[in-house]
């Protein structure tokens, strides 16, 4: 069930998406990336124009062609990632993470092209911490403002969301099986979206513009839930 496009039900919410994937420069033609596509943050910017609301999408490397109706913002790494995000949260009544965000990033970037060294290995890459976007988002949230994360699990799917959903300490972190062919870069998606409430609601694998549907769903609930 749920709203679908036809109800305005997101009119007069800001509501803040991010898609794709933050790449970590090593120098100035190389990066660490991951193989995050952006098509579930664009799926669910699409449905929130749909259903009304004002959308603020963060792209991170996407190549999808950008959602009628919303207001696009491409980033590149997750430090430029957070830095939009924060401004962009201020007057947000939601913000779904949906960027994949690296968890390191090179400690130095060279700023001329690695060269190769003739009769030498190279030198090995140390890697620094990256900000948690997430956890820092659901720290500093305003009172009814609905902060969503997503997580891919390839293993003890339920047990590892709940716990990553306490850590993170946001409202809600949907949950996406992945394996060999799952997920990634598919149009199809199945997960399990979890509230803070205890509330767990299996998605059936589909379309990503169904879970997105089923996302802006479970966000309604909150907000009405807050009052
Ligand atoms: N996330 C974030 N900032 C990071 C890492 C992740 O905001 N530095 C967000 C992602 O956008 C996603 C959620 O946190 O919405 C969960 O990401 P995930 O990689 O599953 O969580 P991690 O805490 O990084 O756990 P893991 O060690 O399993 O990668
Ligand atoms: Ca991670």
């Not at 959903?165 to 598919?186: H, M, P, S, W, Y």
Request: net charge negative; proline share 5%; with cysteine.
């Amino acid at each position: 069930t749920g709203a679908g496009a036809l109800v305005p039900d997101l009119a007069g919410r800001h509501v803040v998406v991010t898609a794709g994937g933050t790449r970590e420069p090593l120098d100035p033609v190389r990066f660490l990336g991951n193989r995050s596509s952006g098509k579930q943050g664009y799926a669910l910017a699409r449905t929130a124009v749909a259903r009304g609301a004002r959308v603020t999408l963060l792209s991170a490397n996407s190549e999808l062609p950008d959602p009628a109706g919303a207001e696009v913002r491409r980033v590149g790494t997750a430090e430029e990632l957070r830095d939009a995000v924060l401004k962009a949260a201020a007057d947000a009544d939601a913000v779904v993470m949906a960027a994949a965000v690296a968890d390191f990033r090179p400690a130095d970037r060279a700023g001329q092209k690695i060269k190769k060294v003739e009769g030498r290995d190279p030198e090995p890459v140390v890697l620094v911490r990256n900000p948690d976007i997430l956890a820092e988002l659901s720290a500093g949230r305003a009172a009814g403002q609905v902060v969503v994360g997503f997580a891919a699990e390839t293993e003890n799917v339920l047990a590892n969301g709940q716990a990553k959903l306490a850590r993170k300490g946001c409202d809600i972190l949907v949950v996406n099986q992945v394996g060999e062919d799952r997920a990634f870069g598919t149009e199809e998606n199945e997960a399990v979206i979890l509230a803070a409430d205890g509330g767990e609601t299996p998605v059936p694998h589909g379309p990503k513009e169904a879970l997105a549907d089923r996302v802006w769903d479970a966000v309604t609930r909150r907000w009405s839930a807050a009052g």
